[in-house]
């Protein structure tokens, strides 16, 4: 059975009451680890786990109170974290409610824990007085309603399992490497500002060069004539071997290939990006594990635009030239040095 009609994708006009495949976020909004503590045996990010406090329990056990009430809802994966819950559910078949509105019950159900907690630190706090009264007294809890965001391609079910599965792994190999995951504004690759994600010292390396395949090598290889293509491509990972660092922002199928190869063969990467790096910002599965590796430098031109879905030709065009500007501008300053 193909996955459409095994998940019964959203589709517009269904108001959200139809069947549909659903990521659900609820968030700590003072990030404070109030929900579970992150495990990190022999500090080795793979054997990471979060062991969840009692708050964190009731944010869990009120999923399957859900799940009671809407039998129509299964819970595909969940995942809690010492700030924030991610889970992804199916609703099976469609329902007289609302999706937002049974997510909106779930998070009037966890705000009353939040309540709890809430009143059970401010007695705690209260009964420590100084001679200006008490000391303090906490913040609510959850005052942000949950994410909800429907799934509505085919491949984004196995990507999201995946990495709401994958969450305390990412969470481990952030704090062991913090410098690779914070963003970093101000970078000047010759006259150009880039804001970054990643190693930055990859810009320090000798030799660079651009992964760019023209459209008349696939025009041509559309056409029966792929020898053109497939030596361009086999060129960057023989360039990479040799120790240049590719630069691109890797945007078509045959450019994502080639990247997919440099990433698999462990060899550094600069990817340009479309869009800016939002608060939190980390990057997907492989892209992930080489940042933490130390081999993956993310660099964009651009602020963080929410919403953004799609990269104009005109944004295409334009990170190619920089890719370009890039290679040229370090290459020379590695001249110059000799």
């Known amino acids: 059975m193909e996955e459409r009609e095994q998940w019964h994708w959203q589709e517009e006009g269904t108001a959200w009451r139809g069947a549909g495949v659903y990521h659900v976020t609820l968030t700590v909004p003072s990030r404070e680890p109030l929900l579970g503590t992150l495990v990190l045996p022999e500090n080795d990010p793979s054997q990471a786990r979060v062991e969840r406090t009692p708050l964190g329990n009731a944010v869990v056990n009120e999923l399957y109170v859900m ?6 809802i299964r819970i595909l994966q969940f995942c809690l974290m010492p700030d924030h819950l991610h889970a992804v559910i199916h609703v099976t078949r469609a329902m007289e409610t609302s999706i937002r509105s049974v997510v909106r019950g779930y998070w009037q159900g966890v705000k009353k824990h939040g309540r709890a907690y809430t009143l059970s630190v401010a007695s705690e706090l209260n009964s420590e007085t100084t001679n200006e009264g008490p000391v303090g007294y906490p913040f609510p809890v959850f005052t942000e309603r949950p994410f909800i965001r429907p799934l ?3 491949r984004q079910l196995h990507t999201m399992i995946h990495y709401v599965k994958m969450n305390p792994q990412r969470l481990a190999a952030k704090r062991l490497k913090p410098g690779f995951f914070r963003v970093q504004n101000g970078i000047y690759i010759g006259s150009r500002r880039y804001d970054a994600v990643g ?13 760019h395949v023209r459209s008349t090598m696939v025009k041509a290889a559309e056409h029966g004539d792929d020898q053109q293509l497939r030596n361009y491509m086999n060129s960057r990972v023989f360039m990479a071997r040799k120790g240049v660092v590719q630069v691109s922002p890797f945007i078509s199928p045959q450019e994502k290939r080639v990247m997919q190869v440099l990433l698999q063969e462990g060899h550094p990467v600069i990817l340009l990006a479309d869009n800016g790096f939002r608060e939190y910002y980390k990057p997907s599965d492989a892209l992930f594990q080489a940042c933490a590796a130390g081999r993956l430098l993310i660099l964009s031109p651009w602020l963080y635009e929410e919403g953004k879905r799609h990269i104009s030709r005109a944004e295409c065009v334009a990170l190619n030239t920089m890719a370009d500007e890039i290679c040229q501008s370090l290459n020379a300053v590695e001249t110059t040095q000799l």
């Open 199 to 211: 190693n930055v010292a990859l810009l320090m390396q000798q030799r660079f060069d651009t992964v």
């Open 152 to 154: 509505s391609r085919r």
């Open 67 to 72: 799940c009671n009430h809407y039998p129509e």
